[in-house]
Antibody
Framework: EVQLVESGGGLLQPGGSLRLSCAAS????????MSWVRQAPGKGLEWVST??????YYADSVKGRFTISRDNFKNTLYLQMNRLRAEDTALYYC???????????????????WGQGTLVTVSS | AIQLTQSPSSLSASVGDRVTITCRAS??????LAWYQQKPGKAPYLLIY???SLESGVPSRFSGSGSETDFTLTISSLQPEDFATYYC?????????FGQGTKVEV
């Protein structure tokens, strides 16, 4: 059974940094593209970043501030968030992309499995 | 970025009703569209991918259609567990984008 468990969220001031983790079980992260999607309180879904065999991709709103990475040994996905802003306040979901693999594995584009999310609140 | 516009933003329906939600893309995306269901306090759940393919385990009362710019999610006979918010998402390149959501209420 696929499980994704996010952690690392919290309350912090604007300009601060945070690293989110997504521990995966039931599959091997190296064989899938993985993504982060966020949802501000009472709002819709917003794609944040994808780690794929073809590279890392970011929404314009986080480019240059957030970095996605993966530890294959720990079977864990990360999101390093720097220079946080109030508008980054959201529930952050980790998602496993449907993927196809040749030598590397690439995202098919949609999110097949989701974690339950970790809340990040940026406020002074 | 490709924008997705869902309509309506919300709708009221009854058990047994046929419900249709539309999603319009700002430019052609072939069949690169997925639909998700989200219930309050829960993570989104994949229903449909590639515009019309039903994800494994999803009830057959859900169906998707469309291509390029106009897409539809249909629930053929609404069940009590289907009251939720539905989102479309395009994957014709990056950035991935979502529609604003459609809330299906009693």
């Amino acid at each position: 059974e696929v499980q994704l468990v996010e952690s690392g969220g919290g309350l912090l001031q604007p300009g601060g940094s945070l690293r989110l983790s997504c521990a995966a079980s039931g599959f091997t992260v190296s064989r899938y593209a993985m993504s982060w999607v966020r949802q501000a309180p009472g709002k819709g879904l917003e794609w944040v970043s994808t780690f794929s065999g073809s590279g890392a991709y970011y929404a314009d709103s986080v480019k240059g501030r957030f970095t996605i990475s993966r530890d294959n040994f720990k079977n864990t996905l990360y999101l390093q968030m720097n220079r946080l802003r109030a508008e980054d306040t959201a529930l952050y979901y980790c998602a496993k992309d449907q993927s196809y693999c040749g030598g590397d594995c690439y995202s098919a584009g949609y999110f097949q499995d989701w974690g339950q999310g970790t809340l990040v609140t940026v406020s002074s | 970025a490709i924008q997705l516009t869902q309509s309506p933003s919300s709708l009221s329906a009854s058990v047994g009703d046929r419900v249709t939600i539309t999603c319009r893309a700002s430019q052609g995306i072939s069949s690169g569209l997925a639909w998700y269901q989200q219930k309050p306090g829960k993570a989104p759940y994949l229903l449909i991918y590639e515009a019309s393919s039903l994800e494994s385990g999803v009830p057959s009362r859900f169906s998707g259609s469309g291509s390029e710019t106009d897409f539809t999610l249909t629930i053929s006979s609404l069940q009590p567990e289907d009251f939720a918010t539905y989102y479309c998402q395009q994957f014709n390149g990056y950035p991935r984008t979502f529609g604003q959501g459609t809330k299906v209420e009693v």
